[in-house]
């Protein structure tokens, strides 16, 4: 019998459409002998719908037609299995109903990569792709992260976060930064992925444009040194927080200070419809030395573990080519396109790769599974609130 794949994607998110794309091109590449797949969108609501043009990407071109033809469902757990049930029911007729064994969701960004989504689908009981509840929340929280791999001993370049509070009172914020690092600057949301709402600053006009730009997208945001003479390195790890391995090396190409969405999802699918983040343009392997390469592999296995992912994802890494030095940049839970062609580029198939992180997720589920969350007790026979009702604790 055919295991039954839940395939989430889009969500609320800035980087909604980016989903759409990568968890198509996995529908596409995934076993069709051994998975039933079952696309499941999420429109910009985080509401889900079925239906039998939900994996056609064609059918993305008009949304509210795709989904007048589609049919919402709730997920919810009834005690036996996991199941996806049409929303509302159907007063006369058969309702839709579908038991799942596994949710895979391939989203990006606020609201869906950052722990929101993954803390429903535990709470549900269904396993499921990819990072933990923590892992993820770590993972899309820049500073946070930074913080973690600091102590881990990985390499992570000095940053500043600042709230709306400090936005407040634009010019006291722009002088500690400056006082703090001077210029250039980069600026960032401190838990947004895909270069939006990035920015890099050389003067004080330019700051405070970023700064305008950053908070569009987040309520705090991270600034750090922006590193004058970059070059960036990517690196992908599958497996988990006992046993990981690392992928080839790349190095992408872009047309500005950073490699921005445009240069991601853009400019790269004109003419030829999206690829997602398979499309950008980069050298694989990375041009770089073999002591190098196994450097940014062994770093990139230490500071999956450090962070206790799951799954595949994509880490990226910062060369200061004035002194070689190098940074952990940051971590996608869930890369654009799930990093496949990194793992192409030494011999492991898409195809393998989407199995791979399907059996890692049924792996964690069954260790879950002999944990103890709750033993006996009698505390509630002994609890009173001595006769007075809404009185505290």
Not at 279 to 292: D, L
Request: proline share 3%; hydrophobic share 40%; glycine share 8%.
């Amino acid at each position: 019998m055919s295991l039954k794949v839940a395939v989430l994607f889009g969500g609320k998110s800035v980087e909604h459409e980016v989903s759409v794309i990568s968890a198509i091109q996995a529908i596409y590449s995934m076993d069709k002998e051994k998975y039933e797949i079952i696309p499941v969108y999420m429109n910009k609501k985080n509401e889900m719908f079925v239906g039998d043009d939900i994996g056609n990407i064609d059918a993305y071109k008009d949304i509210k037609g795709l989904l007048a033809k589609s049919q919402r469902v709730i997920m919810f757990n009834d005690g036996e299995s996991v199941k996806l049930m049409g929303y509302p029911a159907k007063k006369f007729g058969k309702n839709y109903e579908e038991t799942i064994d596994v949710a895979f969701p391939i989203v990006h960004g606020t609201n869906v990569e950052d722990g929101n989504l993954q803390g429903f689908l535990h709470t549900v009981g269904v396993p499921f792709v990819g990072c933990d509840t923590i892992s993820s929340a770590i993972g899309m929280d820049k500073y946070v992260m930074k913080m973690v791999l600091k102590e881990a001993g990985v390499p992570v370049l000095d940053a500043v976060t600042y709230s709306l509070s400090d936005y407040e009172d634009m010019d006291s914020m722009m002088n500690k930064i400056e006082e703090r690092f001077g210029y250039p600057v980069i600026i960032k949301p401190v838990n947004l992925g895909s270069s939006v709402g990035i920015g890099v600053a050389k003067d004080r006009p330019e700051l405070s444009d970023a700064i305008d730009d950053a908070f569009r997208y987040a309520s705090k945001i991270l600034v750090e040194h922006a590193i004058t003479k970059l070059r960036e390195i990517n690196c992908s790890v599958v497996g988990d927080e006992n046993e990981a391995e690392a992928s080839e090396c790349e190095e992408p190409l872009h047309t500005e200070d950073i490699l921005s969405y445009e240069d991601k999802y853009v400019s790269n699918a004109k003419g030829s419809g999206s690829k997602g983040m398979a499309s950008v343009s980069r050298k694989i392997p990375a041009e770089i030395t073999p002591e190098r390469r196994e450097e940014i592999r062994e770093l990139s296995v230490k500071a999956f573990k450090a962070l206790g992912c799951s799954g595949v994802s994509r880490i990226d890494y910062m060369i200061d080519e004035e002194t070689d030095e190098l940074y952990f940049n940051e971590i996608n839970t869930i890369p654009g396109s799930l990093a496949f062609y990194l793992w192409e580029a030494i011999g492991v198939s898409y195809t393998e790769l989407l199995d791979r992180l399907i059996n890692l997720a049924l792996k964690r589920a069954r260790t879950e599974a002999e944990i103890t969350y709750a033993f006996d007790t009698n505390i509630l026979n002994s609890a009173s609130f001595g006769g007075a009702k809404g009185s505290k604790l």
